[in-house]
């Protein structure tokens, strides 16, 4: 084994019948739990790193989708996909360090509680006393009488030494159960490690929503998402601001991409890890070019935030033109590129795909909260989009959880994967009842699999546009 | 007739580009060996049950050869493939620079497999405006004494979204040397 540290095992039999016991072998010895809290922020600055690894090569990626404006060779396809498998195995990259964190994590919390260090702490300062009244008893028993002994214990040497181990017992348990506690969570742990596979994980997926897919065909276009969007409710835009957001937004219709298919379509990683069409509401690049646009206007970059800082930036000033303008990095590095851990903490936070809801928690307040975030993730998204997004989301939650969850407005959400009929390819797989009548507003209908609501790259590459807008 | 274009001063200048990228790309990933230094500190303790102690010892492997190994190996055959892409399109570049595109295209003794050359400054597909108007040998398409250099080139076939060039795909099986992009990752599949 290559230590990794300084840290000797000083092998030490745990239990009492052991002869190399430190407890003389009359009292259970307690393994120590692991620090693995102390591991915690370098499995989590690892895969910010690896996070911040990908981003630079999503730099690359789009980079080398200008080659399509220069190079018309016969290769040109060539050329331009020549990039693609690799934009998976980027992604795979942060995957792989997302999940070692996780399995970190799950280490900390199995073999780091304080459950097991009291138990190591309660045995520590029982044993010694213990050792001590048994060894007493021993050299009594061997030195006195029977007579003796009963006047000094008050009953046999038998009554005695069932005492002291029905004593001991409980500890001996214990001591027992730590070792077993932090030796499964190794299990686990190692199991997690090895389980995986960056290859797996290189596999894209590319989301089917319409939000995902529609891309802007004129400037006109991205003007009347301006219109629809939730995030431009709570402001008045003038029309003259609204077509000059949307011309900068639009850009003559040349939008960056990472992948292109064999229809020569490109696509972006969105903000949760799936492909999305680049020129589509949810191409990050577009979020990105709003906000800068809307931090070099004199009147927008005043307008403040609606969702909470980042840690370091006062609240007050935490406008457009202190997120998104020339030289602060802090929102604009989060929604686009070049991401430092900072920016990489705040984003993991404002992201909120099913995984993260679940983290998160969907209650209330957190709901109202997550969608704010949805708001300011997604500014070009309709209402609607939004919300049947949103929605979307809280079910596959629910469905990885199993969870009946309270979705706020005195709403909860009953997953009701196996009580309630379903039929073809979609699957009723919650109900919303009202806390207070307990009436079932609605059934949500949706498909348990996320690969029906995702394409593969291959699905993708043999997709006519047609097919693509279902 | 089948055209092919090229603007050198830009594939140049993005190359130069991707080459300055790939300079800093391993600049976090490197961190990344230091950070597993440290967890793997906090796997074990100071006092290990010898009868679980196999079982530090297999995890302590386990992250090891996660990140040493497999993350480490993923990343570096990411870099060197966007290493092998970026140097082959160097190549292409030199290439139509040096004038090997002409020779090729003057042997075959054809004229609609010769790449246009956008000429420097003239912009690419949202720049229509004429460039200064040097037109060497222009009208020049079925002229197989020079290469074509069409300043202003107009947009058709390099619109970003269009997803082809419009060239007739069965030109490039017949003679290579009009594609010159090598691809050695692709090479090896």
Not at chain 1, 24 to 52: F, I
Not at chain 2, 20 to 34: C, I, P, Q, Y
Request: with cysteine; charged share 25%.
């Amino acid at each position: 084994m290559v230590k990794a540290n300084a840290a000797e095992f000083h092998t030490v039999l745990p239990f009492y019948h052991t002869r190399e016991d430190v407890y003389a072998c009359l009292a259970p010895w307690t393994q120590e739990p692991p620090p693995a809290s102390s591991g915690s922020a370098p499995a989590e600055d690892l895969h910010l790193n690896l996070a911040a690894t990908r981003d630079r090569l999503d730099e690359i990626f789009s980079l080398w989708s200008e080659f399509r404006d220069y190079y018309g060779g016969a290769d040109r396809d060539q050329v331009l996909t020549s990039m693609n498998d690799l934009v998976g195995q980027a992604m795979a990259l942060e995957e792989g360090g997302a999940l070692l964190a996780e399995a970190h994590a799950t280490y900390v919390s199995e073999a780091d509680s304080r459950g097991l260090a009291q138990v190591k702490s309660d045995n520590d300062s029982w044993a010694p006393g213990f050792v001590e009244r048994y060894q007493q008893f021993e050299a009594d028993d061997s030195s006195m009488s029977r007579e003796e002994f009963e006047g000094k214990y008050g009953h046999d040497v038998g009554t005695e030494r069932a005492e002291l181990d029905k004593e001991r017992k409980p500890f001996t348990t214990m001591a027992s159960h730590v070792t077993q506690a932090i030796g499964e969570a190794r299990d686990t742990y190692e199991a997690s490690v090895n389980g995986i596979d960056l290859g797996d994980l290189s596999d894209l997926r590319f989301e089917n929503r319409n939000e995902a897919v529609d891309v802007a065909d004129s400037q006109e276009e991205v003007e009347q998402w301006i219109r629809d969007s939730e995030f431009f409710n709570d402001y008045d835009l003038t029309p003259s601001q609204i077509e000059d957001l949307a011309e900068q937004i639009y850009q003559g219709g040349n939008f960056d991409a990472e992948y292109f298919d064999a229809e020569g379509r490109g696509w972006v990683r969105g903000p949760d890890g799936r492909m999305v069409r680049a020129g589509s509401v949810m191409d990050p690049n577009l979020t990105e070019a709003l906000f800068e646009a809307m931090a070099r206007d004199d009147t927008m970059k005043d307008w403040e935030l609606p969702i909470p800082p980042p840690e370091g930036v006062d609240p007050v000033d935490w406008t457009i033109g202190t997120a998104f303008g020339q030289g602060t990095s802090a929102a604009s590095d989060a929604l686009g590129k070049g991401l430092d851990v900072a920016g990489r903490r705040w984003l993991s936070g404002l992201l909120m795909g099913p995984a993260a809801m679940i983290s998160f928690g969907f209650k209330g307040k957190d709901a109202g909260e997550t969608k704010e975030r949805e708001t300011v993730m997604y500014p070009l998204m309709s209402t609607e989009d939004l919300e049947q997004r949103y929605n979307h989301n809280l079910l596959m939650a629910a469905i990885e959880t199993g969870a009946n969850t309270a979705v706020g407005g005195g709403l909860t959400f009953f997953s009701a994967l196996s009580a309630v009929p379903s039929g073809g390819s979609s699957v009723v797989v919650a109900v919303i009842v009202d806390e207070i009548t307990g009436a079932i507003i609605g059934y949500m209908v949706d498909e348990l699999d996320e690969s029906m609501t995702t394409w593969d790259a291959d699905e993708v590459n043999e997709l006519s546009d047609q097919e693509l807008h279902g | 007739m089948t055209t092919y274009w090229i603007n050198l001063v830009e594939c140049q200048r993005v190359v130069n580009d991707l080459d300055a990228l790939l300079e800093d790309l391993r600049t976090d990933f490197d961190k990344v060996n230091g950070n597993a230094e440290s967890i793997r500190e906090s796997l074990c303790s100071a006092e290990e049950s010898s009868q679980y102690e196999y079982k530090a010892t297999q995890l302590d492997s386990a992250v090891d050869d996660f990140v040493t190994s497999d993350l480490t190996d993923h990343f570096n055959g990411i870099e060197s493939a966007l290493r092998a892409k970026v140097s082959a399109m160097q190549d292409v570049v030199n290439y139509y620079a040096s004038g090997d595109a002409e020779m090729a295209h003057q042997a075959w003794g054809t004229t609609d497999q010769m790449p246009e050359y956008v000429y420097p400054g003239s912009g690419a597909a949202h720049n229509t405006t004429a460039g200064d108007g040097y037109v060497p040998g222009h009208p020049a398409r079925g002229n197989t004494e020079h290469p074509t250099y069409v300043p202003g080139h107009p947009a058709q076939g390099l619109a970003g979204n269009d997803g082809g060039t419009g060239a007739d795909g069965n030109l490039g099986d017949t003679y290579a040397t009009q594609q010159p992009f090598v691809d050695a990752e692709a090479a090896r599949d």
